[in-house]
């Protein structure tokens, strides 16, 4: 379950007898925190993503996550540095401690971009597609789906690689649905772990006799490739509305998008 974890003085922790600083808050979300710490070992920044856990189920789902980041070593999947279970009273705090990524997440790229009116090259976007898809190839191996695809989810390494996170929603690729009450189990656990705008459209009405498997991550109509006229030769990256990947090159008739799969790129996921 982890190691040790103890509070050894204000804004500094012990993790597998290291000693790590408190630096800044980085963000949050539902019951958990992310904060910026610095290895005082190593002078390395490190992201510290806090759970809050309620109930066992929170702990059970905490090292579940932890696991999953265990299970892979793969340069487009976030790793796992340490773990460990914190007791705070009657509640718990499992804490993950990951690489950092001063560039953020590819949304905050986009946006960044946006705000200078740039625009990714289709060298950047080939590249980021390619390593997203070479990271999915190896979660789908292990017979695992990551479920919430999504830019605030990708990572960017300082050469723009994109690293998969957030890898708490991940469960097994292959899901056979044998019942009417199987199939509501598995529609409600998607509304609370897999983001609206990003999820595949059979885990909205999900089927009383279906399998539902790895293609709710390449699921095309979510996550698609298209091209549209730009005025100048560079691409954009965007995001539609229903959450739709898209960038455009010059060269389509009007203002059109046309979706194209991913079995474009060399080495696909499907």
């Known amino acids: 379950m982890g190691h040790a974890l103890c509070i050894c003085s204000p804004g500094t922790v012990i993790i597998d007898n290291k000693r790590y600083l408190f630096i800044q808050k980085l963000g949050e979300g539902g019951f958990s925190y992310v904060d910026l710490v610095e290895g005082l070992h190593d002078g390395h920044f490190y992201a510290l993503k806090r759970i809050v ?5 929170d702990r059970e789902e905490a090292q579940r996550e932890a696991d999953m980041h265990r299970l892979f070593q793969h340069p487009n999947i976030l790793h796992l540095v340490a773990y460990c279970l914190r007791e705070r ?28 009116g740039n625009f990714l090259t289709k060298e950047q976007i080939l590249q980021l ?16 789906a990551h479920r919430d695809l ?13 690293v998969l996170m957030d890898l708490g929603s991940m ?39 279906c399998v539902i498997d790895e293609r709710t991550d390449v699921w095309v109509r979510s996550v698609r490739v298209g091209v549209w006229v730009g005025r100048s030769a560079a691409l954009r990256l965007l995001w539609s509305r229903g959450g739709g990947l898209w960038f455009p090159v010059r060269g389509a008739p009007g203002n059109m998008y046309v979706p194209i799969a991913l079995d474009f790129l060399p080495g696909n996921c499907h």
């Open 171 to 209: 469960n097994q690729a292959q899901i056979h649905v044998e019942g009417s009450r199987q199939a509501l189990a598995l529609q409600d656990w998607a509304a609370q772990r897999c983001t609206i705008s990003y999820r595949a459209p059979e885990l909205f009405s999900v089927q009383s006799q």
């Open 89 to 116: 009273g009657t509640k718990h705090e499992a804490w993950l401690l990951l690489p950092f990524f001063k560039r953020g997440t590819l949304w905050d790229e986009i946006e960044r971009l946006k705000d200078k």
């Open 53 to 57: 856990c309620h109930e066992q189920q």
């Open 150 to 162: 999504k830019p605030t989810n990708v990572l960017l390494g300082d050469e723009g690689q994109p």
């Open 129 to 144: 597609l390619l390593g997203i898809c070479r990271g999915l190839e190896a979660i789908h191996a292990q017979g695992y």
